[in-house]
């Protein structure tokens, strides 16, 4: 029970990395993200959700004592990471279609 709630926990871990990486290089995706659009400064908005997803990340790898090997834990980083970049991709997909039948 226990080391489901460690794998999920770097399932999570992997889907935080991946939205980090995303802030930080890709503003293109994210200035649509109500909470950056709404600021002052879009581009730095994003990059300060990176940092913070970026850190929410590695903190679930250091108190969850991550080794990286070949093992459990490191597919369900990987598989949270894969997630992310798919369920990203299925619904900026849909967002990119309905915005060109709309122009």
Same mark, same amino acid.
């Given at each position: 029970?226990?080391?489901?709630? /460690?794998?999920?926990?770097?399932?999570?871990?992997?889907?935080?990395?991946?939205?980090?990486?995303?802030?930080?290089? =890709?503003? /293109?995706?994210?200035?649509?993200?109500?909470?950056?659009?709404? +600021?002052?400064?879009? /581009?730095? +908005? =994003?990059?300060?959700?990176?940092?913070?997803?970026?850190?929410?990340?590695?903190?679930?790898?250091?108190?969850?004592?991550?080794?990286?090997?070949?093992?459990?834990?490191?597919?369900?980083?990987?598989?949270?990471?894969?997630?992310?970049?798919?369920?990203?991709?299925?619904? +900026?997909?849909?967002? /990119?279609?309905?915005?060109?039948?709309?122009?």
């Amino acid at each position: 029970m226990i080391q489901t709630v /460690y794998d999920f926990l770097f399932f999570l871990a992997g889907v935080f990395l991946h939205m980090s990486l995303l802030h930080f290089f =890709s503003f /293109y995706e994210t200035r649509h993200h109500p909470m950056i659009a709404r +600021a002052k400064n879009p /581009y730095f +908005a =994003s990059k300060v959700w990176g940092v913070i997803q970026a850190l929410c990340g590695m903190m679930i790898l250091v108190f969850g004592k991550y080794q990286f090997g070949e093992n459990i834990p490191t597919l369900c980083l990987i598989l949270g990471f894969c997630f992310w970049a798919v369920f990203l991709g299925v619904f +900026a997909g849909r967002r /990119y279609c309905n915005n060109a039948e709309n122009s």
